[in-house]
């Protein structure tokens, strides 16, 4: 399966800034996902990145907040925009090869603390 | 909710015990995949069920699966400290999404 680099792992930003987070992927994969989890929670699905076309954001996530890019198969950015405290979470990739739905592969993860 | 219901939230085990952990969902699903999570980091898959299974193995987890009842359960045989995650199920509905549930906190003592 995939493996999926990401980065940074962690992050302390000041509220109002913006921070990008990077996923390479060692194959290309048809399908890129982002997670928010915030703490002691579930995974939130944020978006589908697919390459060559916008992204498809979930209900309560706007491309304005969480512009992602998806250049090629094998990478994708989230941007976390204007951040506030209540941003603060763990952002994760994960990636899903071919039309296959076996289990997705995912990023180890940003920890990302908004003060 | 978009999320399945695990419980117990919480799960605090000695070392050579068994851990069940158990999941629910509403909707139909195409298989139930479950993952575990270390100290909030990237979530490691472990084992995927098909919806016309009924019992999965691998190593020493056990996966079952009740498409009847919408449930499913994971079985942590003779746990170890290193076992010692969250662990969450997460539905694989159609389409391209999974829904994750809430997760259980498993800690095994040593």
């Known amino acids: 399966s995939a493996v999926i680099s990401q980065k940074p792992s962690r992050d302390i930003c000041q509220r109002g800034t913006s921070l990008t987070i990077q996923c390479q992927v060692d194959?290309?994969?048809?399908?890129m996902f982002w997670y928010r989890q915030q703490p002691g929670q579930s995974l939130t699905l944020i978006a589908t990145?697919?390459?060559?076309?916008?992204?498809?954001?979930e209900s309560g996530f706007v491309i304005d907040k969480f512009p992602i890019s998806r250049p090629n198969l094998t990478f994708s950015t989230l941007t976390v925009s204007n951040m506030s405290p209540e941003d603060s979470s763990i952002y994760l990739c994960?990636?899903?090869?071919?039309?296959?739905?076996?289990?997705?592969?995912f990023g180890s993860g940003t920890r990302l603390t908004v003060v | 909710s978009q999320q399945g219901e695990e419980d117990p939230q919480a799960l605090s085990i000695q070392e050579g015990e068994n851990a069940t952990m158990n999941c629910s969902y509403k909707t139909s699903i195409n298989n139930l995949q479950w993952y575990r999570q270390n100290s909030g980091r990237g979530l490691v898959h472990l084992i995927l069920?098909?919806?016309?299974?009924r019992e999965k193995h691998s190593g020493r987890l056990r996966v079952t699966l009740d498409t009847s009842k919408k449930s499913s359960s994971l079985l942590i045989t003779a746990s170890r400290a290193a076992d010692t995650a969250s662990y969450f199920c997460?539905?694989?509905?159609?389409?391209?999404?999974?829904?994750f549930g809430a997760g259980t906190r498993l800690f095994v003592k040593a």
């Open positions: 997460a539905m694989h509905t159609g389409g391209f999404k999974t829904i």
């Open positions: 994960s990636a899903r090869q071919g039309e296959s739905s076996y289990g997705y592969t």
């Open positions: 069920i098909r919806s016309n299974e």
């Open positions: 194959s290309q994969v048809t399908m």
């Open positions: 990145a697919n390459q060559g076309s916008e992204a498809t954001y």
